[in-house]
């Protein structure tokens, strides 16, 4: 059995669906589901342990502006949550292994790319820091003995069900119902990941830590930069040129540039992306099209929500 925080979220459900094709029992754990299965309840968390082999740490206050607007509740929920998770994982009669999903926010503005994962931790926003200390507990946890990893996390993107003011969903159906792409930072660029290849390498990821494999960061990055400007092209292009944009400043609290270096995950799990940014964009514009999504009011606003 193995258990999954977060597991209604874009990553969550994906890789849980996986491992369940897999033949892999699976316990979903998640507030939208239930709302005792808060992971900043310590009895609601010890309950979901009992009779598990491992645990894929997802749950969190997943994004940079809801960690920004409420600090409080992101280090109750990010950090202290998985103190809780790790010191109930300790306590049971066999500890579960654990992979902890972190972010490539935690780099903060890189001096050079590509971004190694041995580079400097040096996080801008709440959210990033809040990631930080949650690789620190993970590892403390690890040196005690726990067999535990860290993925890194990209931009992911996807799926329709994801938040619609995501950059990447928000373009998507911009393209898909002719509305308009706000463009928060056009020359902001990042290494945009495809939730299959995400799911993908996360269950190479799982196979390794429940084989007891013990490894350095790892993060799931095809390598390649996108701007804003450039994605934008590409919805223009999907949505056969009847996308409208508007430009604005970006954030003051967002990483500005971002390529990330694949290395480490294709020599210790044989893992590369698949999925390019202009396929996997259309193929979300196909899927919100076919699911007769329409503009709200009849536009659909695209903003920078890039986490």
């Known amino acids: 059995m193995i258990l999954v925080t977060g597991s209604r979220g874009l990553i969550g459900s994906a890789i849980a669906k996986r491992l369940n094709s897999a033949g892999h029992a699976i316990r979903t754990f998640d507030i939208r589901d239930d709302l005792d299965q808060d992971i900043r309840s310590f009895h609601a968390l010890s309950e979901a342990l009992e009779g598990v082999e491992g645990v894929i740490h997802l749950a969190a206050v997943s994004r940079v502006v809801w960690a920004q607007a409420d600090p409080e509740k992101t280090r109750t929920t990010n950090v202290q949550a998985l103190e809780g998770l790790l ?7 066999t500890p579960p292994w654990i992979v902890f999903a972190s972010s490539r926010e935690v780099y903060g503005e890189p001096t050079s790319l590509p971004v190694a994962e041995s580079a400097a931790l040096a996080p801008l926003n709440v959210y990033a820091r809040s990631k930080v200390a949650g690789e620190t507990l993970v590892r403390a946890a690890a ?3 726990l067999v535990a990893n860290v993925a890194r996390f990209s931009n992911v993107y996807g799926c ?10 928000a373009f998507a159906r911009a393209a898909a119902t002719a509305g308009v792409m706000r463009i928060e930072g056009a020359d902001h660029m990042f290494d945009f990941t495809h939730i299959t290849d995400v799911a993908r390498g ?5 196979n390794a830590t429940a ?3 013990r490894l350095d960061p790892i993060h799931f990055v095809t390598g390649q930069g996108t701007t804003l400007s450039q994605l934008a092209d590409i919805a223009i292009r999907t949505g056969d040129g009847r996308v409208r944009q508007e430009r604005a400043p970006p954030r ?4 500005a540039r971002f390529t990330g270096d694949p290395r480490r995950a294709q020599e210790a799990l044989g893992w590369t992306a698949e999925v390019g940014i202009a396929d996997g964009f259309a ?9 007769g999504v329409n503009a ?3 536009l659909a606003v695209a903003k920078l929500a890039v986490g």
Do not use: C, K
């Open 143 to 145: 040196a005690e003995g």
């Open 252 to 255: 003051n609290y967002d990483v």
């Open 211 to 213: 084989s007891g494999e």
């Open 87 to 93: 010191t109930a994982a300790r306590a049971m009669p």
């Open 296 to 298: 709200p009011d009849g």
């Open 283 to 291: 193929n979300l514009v196909d899927a919100f099209r076919s699911a």
């Open 202 to 206: 996360l269950h190479l990821l799982v």
């Open 160 to 169: 329709i069900d994801d938040h619609h003011d995501r950059v990447v969903p």
